[in-house]
């Protein structure tokens, strides 16, 4: 007892002398090293069901720091959440494009799909296939754009603007890959037509995905 007593004295002695400034200082600096930990705990959550493609929802924890920061607002609110995921996809993103942009090779390809959500709004899915200096092909997912309508000139217009806002330049396409639809493949006013008028040398190829596809319809209807 009598030991605890020595190593006590001068510790309130010590608070003692602290102002209320400081007092206050320090109660904010363990209050932030507190959030700075939930914090990490759920953008490191975020991680993880992001990387396997896992629902975001619930609202158990079991973690005594994340229930103490939780307790001190709406931090697992749908905004915050989402801001959170858009934070990571943009680190995403700015690394993959970093690695597209620093290449020996500046020259790259372009690969459009189209699809639609389960409210039933289309979307315009965009990739990027690269050469590095020890000649690997990669293909990076750059973008998913909402579109008002599947015109040649919407599509157009999503495309450019998507790649001006990832600093890729059109000049230095070399190849786009698109399905057999006519607002792509048309020859008066389709996507490649737009396209190749600005850059000629981007060389159209059917998407290969969609080729198949077709020959499978094809061989199974004459089953």
Not at 8 to 20: D, G, H, N, R, Y
Not at 145 to 159: F, G, M, Y
Not at 164 to 169: K, P, W
């Amino acid at each position: 007892m009598a030991k605890v007593i020595k190593e006590a004295v001068p510790k309130c002695k010590l608070i003692a002398k602290q102002t209320v400034q400081e007092q206050l200082d320090n109660t904010m600096k363990k209050e932030q090293a507190i959030c700075r930990c939930g914090l990490l705990e759920q953008l490191s959550a975020l991680h993880c069901l992001l990387r396997h493609g896992i629902t975001i929802w619930g609202h158990i924890d079991s973690e005594n720091v994340i229930k103490d920061w939780l307790s001190r607002g709406k931090y697992m609110s749908h905004d915050m959440v989402n801001e959170h995921i858009q934070t990571i996809a943009n680190t995403v993103l700015q690394l993959h494009l970093s690695k597209i942009t620093t290449n020996y090779s500046p020259w790259y390809s372009i690969i459009g799909n189209e699809a639609s959500d389960t409210a039933g709004r289309e979307q315009l899915h965009l990739s990027i296939r690269w050469v590095n200096e020890d000649y690997i092909v990669s293909k990076n997912p750059v973008g998913l754009a909402s579109i008002p309508s599947t015109t040649s000139d919407v599509l157009t217009k999503v495309i450019k603007d998507m790649l001006i806002r990832f600093c890729l330049l059109i000049t230095f396409r070399r190849g786009q890959a698109f399905d057999g639809a006519a607002n792509k493949q048309g020859h008066g006013n389709g996507v490649i037509t737009q396209i190749k008028s600005e850059n000629p040398v981007a060389v159209s190829i059917h998407c290969f995905a969609h080729c198949l596809n077709l020959c499978l319809q094809e061989n199974r209807g004459s089953m």
